[in-house]
């Protein structure tokens, strides 16, 4: 039984729940009758083959997709970093973090470029940043906002291997700081192992494999424990992997 | 928003019963994309304003409230229509202009797109081409007209070269900024693979700047029908431009309002057949629009 089942769970603390949810393009069924609770301040991440409706579910919570059925329901202040920062490049930086803000959020906005180590690029052109200080700013972006509900949709694919570790060290930081239920969509299995609390595969529009991430932080790779939960969530994934 | 917005907007979305905030302060997410619209209503909301129109003038007309030496009203501009018709000149005339500006508009706009490749493509190209075609873009092509007379007298010649001048400039344009706007990267990974030349440009830029060449040929269309009434003020005894002169000479109304029917009508032939070629030109772009 799945241990986050909705009904054992206070309400109050459920910052996303989910009940019923289908939804399918043309004949193509992406979401099944899906039932899912996240809890306020849990690090969530969902794994998935291509197509399996991971961030269809990421777009249906915020709000840029439809559901066909079911119920969605998920705590007000939600924003999102999306694979590509999505910047406008006609402004600069820190209007771009402050986007949609009043201008009293300046301050707040600085505050955030700060975090994510970008102290004193208020004043940048979108243009003239790399690809890990773009996605960077996407992050204070979405924090300065305050989020109840922060969703990832491969936040780190587009990045270098390099930049991907140090922004994953960012995130699990800022989320360690900031505690927002945390929505992460992603490929990468070692990513989610060692950044979330709770784990999911979804495969044919369902939950194929619900796990709660008993390590503490920082989580080392090599250790068995990682290792462990590696090989089950690949074997979930269809990927079979060399016994040892 | 709250959560009466929430209902108010899609009520259908979710469970009805269901309320859309909970008592844990859940909502249902606020949907931000765009609702397709069922294809019966956007048509009829396409069309519903330029028949408004046509019934406004149809009752302002009938009921005595414009007059009819401000504005024809709809029967006698249908009868005018009837009498053309009846006497073959419309289609003559329709006939007379079309070919005309499809001389025009094959000739202006085929070397038009050729410039606009050739400076798009090469750096040479551009120094060689733009500034001209700049300096003639400011040049109002009706300013052409008395001196192509002297050179070419008021024959077709002349009526054909000046609507190819005025196709041309626009084709020139947008041709170069589509081709500008080419991705670098496809160019740079074509030329890796050996495509060069007209190679190069025929399967690779020119496709790829399609969308911008067919806006230019629409914009071609239009300003040739400008082209044809000044072509047609003169030395022609047919060609709707022709007609538009008549109606002044002879201060016919019916015939006034008449002419700008007919070029509504063709603008909106224009459009359908440039739908149509964007069809079955860009098999790859789908027909899906981002709104």
Redesign the interface.
Same mark, same amino acid.
């Given at each position: 039984m799945n241990p986050h089942d909705e009904m054992s769970e206070p309400?109050?603390d459920?910052?996303?729940?989910i009940s019923g949810l289908s939804k399918a393009f043309g004949a193509k069924t992406v979401l099944s009758g899906l039932d899912l609770s996240i809890r306020r301040g849990e690090f969530f991440a969902l794994l998935g083959p291509s197509g399996t409706g991971k961030t269809t579910l990421l777009r249906?919570?915020?709000?840029?997709?439809?559901?066909d059925e079911g119920?969605?329901?998920?705590?007000?202040r939600?924003t999102t970093v999306y694979q590509e920062p999505r910047l406008i490049p006609a402004r600069r930086v820190l209007a771009n973090v402050t986007i949609g803000l009043p201008s009293s959020a300046r301050e707040a906005g600085r505050r955030a470029l700060a975090e994510v180590g970008l102290d004193g690029y208020g004043g940048a052109w979108p243009a003239t940043l790399s690809g890990g200080e773009a996605q960077r700013v996407a992050l204070a972006r979405a924090l300065v906002r305050d989020p109840e509900v922060l969703l990832l949709d491969e936040p780190f694919a587009a990045l270098d291997a390099l930049t991907r570790l140090q922004m994953q060290e960012l995130v699990a930081e800022l989320c360690a700081r900031h505690r927002p239920a945390v929505v992460l969509v992603t490929h990468d299995v070692d990513e989610a192992v060692r950044l979330a609390d709770r784990v999911v595969v979804l495969r044919e529009g369902a939950l194929a494999v619900d796990r709660t991430i008993d390590l503490p932080h920082p989580r080392d790779r090599d250790s068995p424990p990682f290792a462990e939960y590696r090989r089950l969530f690949l074997n979930h994934l269809g990927v079979v992997t060399a016994s040892h | 928003m709250t959560a009466m917005t929430l209902e108010r907007v899609?009520p259908a979305?979710?469970?009805a019963t @269901?309320p859309a905030v909970?008592?844990?302060?859940?909502?249902?997410? @606020?949907?931000?994309?765009s609702r397709r619209r069922p294809a019966a209503l956007s048509a009829g909301v396409r069309i519903g304003v330029p028949l408004l129109l046509l019934l406004a003038w149809w009752y302002g007309a009938g009921s005595g409230r414009i007059p009819p030496d401000v504005l024809a009203g709809p029967a006698s501009v249908l009868a005018a229509l009837r009498e053309l018709a009846a006497t073959g000149q419309l289609a003559e005339y329709l006939l007379a202009s079309a070919q005309r500006a499809g001389l025009g508009v094959l000739a202006g706009g085929g070397i038009g797109l050729l410039l606009g490749v050739a400076a798009g493509i090469s750096a040479l190209g551009e120094e060689l081409v733009d500034p001209t075609m700049q300096m003639m873009r400011a040049v109002p092509f009706l300013a052409l007209v008395p001196l192509f007379i002297s050179w070419f007298g008021v024959g077709e010649t002349f009526k054909i070269v000046l609507i190819a001048v005025s196709a041309a400039i626009p084709m020139y344009a947008y041709t170069y900024l589509g081709v500008r706007n080419v991705d670098r990267k496809v160019v740079e990974a074509a030329r890796g693979f050996g495509l060069r030349g007209h190679r190069l440009a025929l399967g690779v830029i020119i496709p790829s700047a399609l969308p911008n060449i067919l806006m230019a040929l629409r914009i071609c269309l239009s300003v040739s029908l400008t082209g044809l009434i000044a072509a047609e003020q003169v030395g022609a005894t047919e060609g709707i431009g022709y007609l538009v002169t008549l109606a002044q000479q002879y201060f016919r109304p019916d015939y006034m309002v008449l002419c700008i029917l007919i070029y509504a009508v063709l603008g909106l032939v224009f459009d359908a057949v440039i739908r149509l070629v964007e069809r079955l030109a860009m098999p790859w772009r789908g027909h899906v629009v981002a709104r």
């Open positions: 309400a109050r459920l910052a996303v729940r249906i919570l915020a709000g840029l997709d439809l559901p119920t969605v329901l998920a705590a007000p939600r | 899609h979305d979710q469970t @269901r909970e008592s844990a302060g859940l909502e249902v997410p @606020r949907y931000l994309g």
